[in-house]
């Protein structure tokens, strides 16, 4: 069978026989094994990048390369010595996206994969994205754009948030699709587009957002229907869309919704009373896609659905979301253990206290690669063996103590599991958010870019 991850091979062992695979590669062969086969080889850990993600490092440069042009601001550990990774099921987020498509059809998919996918990598999740039938991507940042430009990725980008008057260059640059809410905004943008010489065949599309109770980001009402009369007066520009965000739509019984979607509709009747009628009405993210059919329009804008994951955790019995599958797992193995006395004391501040003796599992993961201190203070456990064990001690910056209990029958190598399955048992993304009190959308954007992604 095959075993994703690390072989390991003793406390300083390392890897051998490795089979380089770029992330681009592990998506083109579709669902293969992580593993190359025979117990030695492993998958390069470099699957999170490939020749396109040159300022992240890159797959063919090993373990020292990083910065190769120089501008890289953000380094993902390239090597492969550490037994500790992040499994990301490609194969899972092109399910999920045409699960969505056949939930909201007729309605588009514009896959959200912003600020690195929801930490599972955005390249490779955009590509999923599209295979699965996503005809959209949106992304938070024209430089997020622009990686999935660099990647070969051609189909629209929508900028999600109205970028700054700096970033216009590159997003006419790399045809991305801007939103836009201010005349400041719509003014960089014609600067932009100017800026590249008088002519453009084609008028350069863009999308406005109107704020209608979230008050994040968006025109006010009033304000998108004269932003909307400025567009229509601009040959060079196309409205292509028009749209909203929704603030509750992840607790389905708030009316606010309704009233969300009530004001989007007046903004939507006020342009087709001056004949403006921009193509893409789009309101709904994940929540509102799935529970709101009334929010769909032409378009709806999942992110965290994609991901298999549920919108809130009150909404993970939900049919819609139950038909989903979790694409992300975060696992180690197990680096060292040993059998320490009754009475004994774990970790920082001596906080856990063997009652008896118990083996000790020590794991080389830690809050630097996004597993929160605060876990072992409220419960959090991992699988190892195909059972529960609790986290035992403060988790330190790059390794966490496991109790494995008197009876132990836990070895160096072990694979422990600390988000995703190990036999019957699953530790959910969302079970981590309920103990924290967060979402589990911090908890997969918290996984730091130390960890290497593996693509299956
Ligand atoms: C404007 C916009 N649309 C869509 C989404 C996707 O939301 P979700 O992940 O809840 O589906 C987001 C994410 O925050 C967003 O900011």
New binding site residues.
């Given amino acids: 069978m095959s075993r994703p991850g690390p072989v390991y091979q003793g406390p300083v062992g390392r890897p051998t026989g490795e089979v380089a695979r770029t992330a681009g590669q592990a998506y083109a062969a579709g669902r293969n094994g992580a593993s190359g086969g025979s117990g030695a080889s492993t998958l390069n850990q470099n699957g999170s990048l490939n020749k396109s993600d040159l300022n992240r490092g890159g797959p063919d440069g090993g373990a020292d390369d990083r910065g190769r042009e120089g501008h890289n601001t953000s380094v993902r550990v390239t090597g492969w010595l550490r037994p500790a990774w992040v499994e990301v099921d490609l194969g899972a987020v092109s399910a999920n996206v045409a699960r969505i498509r056949k939930v909201v059809a007729p309605a588009a998919v514009?896959a959200?994969v912003?600020a690195d996918g929801?930490g599972h990598g955005a390249v490779q999740v955009a590509s999923a994205a599209v295979a699965g039938g996503a005809t959209h991507l949106?992304v938070?940042l024209a430089e997020e754009g622009r990686q999935l430009r660099a990647a070969g990725i051609e189909v629209p980008v929508l900028v999600?948030?109205e970028p700054p008057g700096e970033a216009m260059q590159l997003v006419v640059d790399d045809n991305l699709t801007p939103t836009i809410y201010t005349e400041a905004g719509l003014g960089s943008l014609l600067e932009a587009i100017n800026s590249n010489g008088p002519e453009r065949r084609k008028p350069f599309a863009l999308h406005i957002?109107v704020d209608t109770g979230m008050h994040r980001v968006g025109a006010s009402p009033e304000g998108a229907v004269e932003l909307a009369r400025a567009v229509a007066a601009q040959p060079q520009l196309c409205l292509e869309g028009l749209?909203t965000?929704l603030a509750v739509?992840?607790e389905p019984s708030r009316p606010f919704t309704g009233e969300q979607l009530h004001r989007f509709e007046m903004v939507v009747a006020g342009l087709a009373s001056r004949g403006i009628r921009p193509p893409l009405l789009h309101a709904?993210?994940?929540?509102?896609?799935l529970a709101h059919p009334g929010a769909r329009y032409q378009m709806v804008?999942?992110?965290?659905?994609?991901y298999g994951l549920a919108?809130a955790a009150s909404m993970e019995s939900e049919p819609s979301v139950q038909a989903l599958t979790p694409v992300l797992s975060l696992k180690a193995r197990v680096s060292y253990v040993k059998e320490v006395a009754a009475g004994e004391s774990l970790s920082y501040g001596l906080r856990y206290r063997l009652p008896e003796a118990s083996v000790v599992a020590t794991v080389p993961l830690g809050y630097a690669d996004g597993v929160p201190r605060r876990l072992s203070e409220v419960g959090g456990q991992v699988l190892v063996g195909g059972r529960r064990r609790p986290l035992a001690g403060t988790v330190t910056m790059d390794q966490v103590l496991v109790d494995c209990g008197p009876a132990g029958g836990v070895q160096a190598g072990d694979e422990v599991v600390f988000i995703g399955r190990q036999g019957d048992e699953e530790i959910s993304a969302w079970e981590w958010a309920g103990r924290l009190g967060t979402i589990a959308?911090e908890v997969t954007c918290a996984l730091s870019p130390r960890l290497p992604r593996i693509y299956t």
């Fill in positions: 514009c959200v912003k929801y949106g938070a999600l948030s957002k749209f965000h739509a992840d709904a993210n994940s929540a509102g896609a804008r999942p992110g965290i659905a994609v919108p959308y």
